[in-house]
């Protein structure tokens, strides 16, 4: 009786191990995140920079998320995954400056890129290691400009209101991609760009066309508040 119950906690083992697995592999394509930190700043009720001080006033990334096409998407597939900072010691520098945290009390942004490993990039396991997860995004953040492509457009972070058509036409002909964007309010109502989604592919190497774009809360204009 024994011996049957040990092959039979095994085998649960061996079988949750491939479940695991196979989540991580089943996702379409990748939403590649970044927010705006003047939107952020100017909703939440709290908004602290980080201990290597105010980040500059561009897009930070706030993740590259596994999604499916059906608009649904796989979280927390690896319970037993561990965010190791080890392995992103020579990033460091980098993650502090494209990768910021706002959230308070002012800390060193690692309690963000645990979460943002352990919700997203462990469902990604099968294409992208720890590291690797990491400096795909930060690759990705390098390709693209987005705030000097909104400014090419006339689009600046200076309070004032803009067509969320003409934001997304400015970069879509940069980059030849339709972007998703999201928006937030602030105390005085004021809908904010917030988020700008684009669509990568499951390597986590290379933008494309967004197979499903996020459902959008946005009116037909927006302000871009200073940061």
Not at 32 to 55: A, E, I, L, M, R
Not at 80 to 86: I, N, T, Y
Request: proline share 6%.
């Amino acid at each position: 009786m024994k011996r049957s119950f040990s092959i039979f906690i095994k085998l649960f083992v061996i079988l949750q191990s491939i479940s695991v697995l196979c989540v991580s592999e089943e996702f379409d394509f990748f939403y590649f995140v970044v927010q705006w930190p003047g939107s952020y700043c100017d909703t939440k009720n709290h908004c602290c920079y980080p201990k290597s001080g105010k980040p500059a006033a561009d897009f930070g990334i706030h993740g590259l998320w596994p999604n499916y096409k059906d608009g649904s998407y796989p979280s927390n597939c690896d319970p037993d995954a561990l965010f190791d900072e080890s392995q992103l010691t020579d990033l460091m520098s980098k993650m502090q400056k494209s990768w910021p945290t706002l959230s308070c009390p002012s800390n060193d942004g690692l309690k963000f890129w645990s979460h943002e490993w352990v919700k997203h990039g462990t469902c990604a396991e099968s294409e992208l290691d720890q590291r690797e997860y990491f400096e795909a995004a930060l690759k990705l953040k390098d390709k693209v400009n987005l705030l000097q492509i909104l400014k090419d457009a006339g689009i600046k972070p200076d309070d004032r209101f803009y067509d969320l058509d003409k934001i997304k036409d400015a970069i879509e002909e940069a980059t030849g991609f339709t972007p998703g964007i999201d928006c937030n309010v602030d105390s005085s109502h004021n809908s904010q760009l917030y988020q700008i989604y684009q669509c990568v592919d499951t390597s986590g190497s290379d933008f494309i066309q967004c197979p499903r774009l996020p459902r959008s809360r946005c009116p037909s204009r927006v302000q871009l508040p200073k940061f």
